[in-house]
């Protein structure tokens, strides 16, 4: 079965600075991957998906941006902060099924 | 293009008494529906999905979820709510490449 790291758990950053959150996948190959943002404890966006390697769609315009590097593994990063980046961040993986399955989250607060 | 609808924001059932958080789909083709359950500061937990065959499907916590088609419902069921079921419910539908997610629906099972 799938296992779904996500590090860190918490995070707080001031406006204008990177960020770096990072994904990996246990127990599969070649899965899809996605990075969802959950705002104030409701509805998921979408932010990307990954059917691959260097494969990424990207499905809300920001200043946010994502890459896979290997097989197993999503970056979420930024280069500038925004407030309204505030949020609880979810890495999700499928792989041979249609349900995915979710890393226990990031809450990013930007101050 | 397809959704799904959760027309409740909360849901409050007494412990003991039986619990149904409704999902409405909208899809062309076969529909593909999943339940998942967030707790707290959690990742989302998959619960069960109706890809074809019985409509009643049994999941995880005994929980259960009938597809009607006729009425393009899925609604989550369970026969006796513990407060332990307490949490955030979402339906979603499978796109192409993802899955279309419901806003949420808070439970509250009241002692």
């Known amino acids: 079965s799938q296992t779904i790291h996500q590090w860190p758990a918490t995070l707080v950053q001031p406006v204008g600075s990177p960020l770096s959150l990072e994904c990996t996948v246990e127990?599969?190959?070649?899965?899809?991957l996605y990075w969802y943002r959950q705002a104030a404890g409701r509805g998921l966006q979408l932010l990307f998906y990954?059917?691959?390697?260097?494969?990424i769609s990207s499905e809300v315009p920001q200043n946010l941006s994502a890459s896979r590097p290997q097989d197993r593994q999503f970056i979420l990063s930024s280069k500038k902060l925004l407030l309204s980046d505030s949020g609880f961040y979810l890495c999700?993986?499928?792989?041979?099924?249609?349900?995915?399955?979710f890393g226990p989250g990031t809450r990013l607060t930007v101050t | 293009a397809q959704s799904v609808a959760q027309p409740e924001d909360q849901v409050n059932v007494a412990e003991g008494n039986p619990l149904t958080v409704k999902c409405t789909y909208s899809?062309?083709?076969?529909?593909?529906l999943f339940w998942y359950v967030q707790y707290p500061n959690r990742g989302l937990q998959f619960l069960l999905k109706y890809i074809t065959g019985d409509n009643l499907v049994k999941g995880s916590y005994g929980f259960e979820a009938e597809f009607n088609k006729s009425q393009t419902s899925f609604h989550l069921k369970k026969p006796s709510a513990l407060v332990s079921d307490s949490a955030l419910y979402f339906c979603a539908v499978a796109g192409a490449n993802n899955l279309f997610f419901g806003t949420g629906t808070r439970l509250t099972v009241i002692p």
């Open positions: 999700a993986s499928t792989w041979g099924s249609a349900e995915q399955y």
């Open positions: 990954s059917v691959g390697i260097g494969q």
């Open positions: 127990g599969t190959s070649n899965p899809n």
């Open positions: 899809v062309s083709g076969n529909p593909y």
